[in-house]
């Protein structure tokens, strides 16, 4: 069956960094462009970074842009969304997803993680 499995969620002080992982079961995801998203409360889900499958092209929503990095590593069939200088509006349920394309979108994700919590504390 194949799935994204996620870790990396939990609660962090203000500052400080979170690194999400976003491995593949039953999927390579070499061949998938890959989509990190978050839902905040009271917030619709907002896409907040995108790694292609073709050419590891990256994208970032601008609220992270130089505080979140998108990278894969095809040797564990991973890919991670690093987090520094976090702040209490990174507050969030993030989910990964995966696409069956070389490029970036908000919609047409055939695969889901299951979207672990992180918690930025002031």
């Known amino acids: 069956q194949a799935q994204l499995v996620e870790s990396g969620g939990g609660l962090v002080q203000a500052g400080g960094s979170l690194r999400l992982s976003c491995a593949g079961s039953?999927?390579?995801?070499?061949?998938?462009?890959i989509g990190w998203f978050r839902q905040a409360p009271g917030r619709a889900r907002e896409g907040v970074s995108c790694i292609t499958s073709l050419d590891s092209t990256t994208s970032y929503e601008d609220a992270v842009k130089g505080r979140f990095t998108i990278s894969r590593d095809n040797a564990k069939n991973t890919v991670y969304l690093q987090m520094n200088s976090l702040k209490p509006e990174d507050t969030a349920v993030y989910f990964c997803?995966?696409?069956?394309?070389?490029?970036?979108?908000?919609?047409?994700?055939?695969?889901w993680g299951q979207g672990p919590q992180v918690a930025v504390s002031s």
């Open positions: 997803a995966a696409r069956n394309s070389s490029y970036c979108s908000m919609t047409l994700y055939h695969y």
């Open positions: 039953g999927i390579t995801l070499a061949d998938y462009t």
